[in-house]
């Protein structure tokens, strides 16, 4: 589950759904209008992908501010966080601190 908004992210996406397991996509926007890449056409027919955002219609662009709240609803519906980078005092370090008051299990993955 993720908003696979980053380039690392959208690669890492690429890879999950080249596999057989579910994958939940939460964009930073409301979903009206929004228009399905096609590499998704295969996972959502395959009934093992959805698409959530907490966002109405009235929220068609990515601001820092709408990824902030997807990112704490993403958090919120996980079972475990992982994290790759934590920069300190940056904003997935915030993330973390939530994930660990909120009982998560944290995984941290420090990129060499």
Known sequence: MGGFHSPVERECLTVLLRGLQPVVICPARGLDRMRVPGEWRKALEERRMLVLSPFGAGQRRVTAALATERNEF???????????????????????????????????????
Do not use: M, N
């Open 74 to 112: 993403v958090l919120a519906l996980a079972d475990e966080a992982w994290f790759v980078h934590v920069a300190p005092g940056g904003e997935t370090e915030r993330l973390a601190r939530l994930a660990r008051e909120w009982g998560k299990k944290l995984i941290r993955v420090e990129a060499e």
